[in-house]
């Protein structure tokens, strides 16, 4: 088997993925969007059994699968998926004093990962998870086409 593309070209990637980032957002360096996105996956992951989490972290791009897993502190029972602004008021939350995440950092969020990654798989995944798993990684507005994948 050849070596995934994620791996072989993880940086350039990586540098999509934030700049994408930082455009849906409107935010003006790489540390917010990276603590941006830390927070909205954190919020996610919460939300999974570590084998659901793992399961997900699979389909996932390398760099933000990292991202995804670091620090993980698995709970017994996770909570359930809630209304969108509370799941974005909890991603706001973490680092608090140096977090500059907006209100649609949900939303810019999968529109910057869905393009990195395989649409069926990342399907097929989401289809395992709990109620809300799905919803939590649409776009409303935003045309199929944009969240194709992408090869740089």
Known sequence: MPMPWTYRHAEKEWRAILDDLKEHMGL????????????????????????????FASVLPCVVRAVFVAGWQVEETPPPFGPRAELVREAQAVRRHHNLTPDNAIEAVARAIRPHVNPADFARVLQRLPEGAAAFWEVPGVPEADLRPRIY
């Open 28 to 55: 003006e360096s790489d540390n917010m969007a990276y603590t941006a996105l830390d927070g909205v996956l954190q919020v996610f992951r919460r939300r999974l059994t570590a084998q659901q989490g793992l399961d």
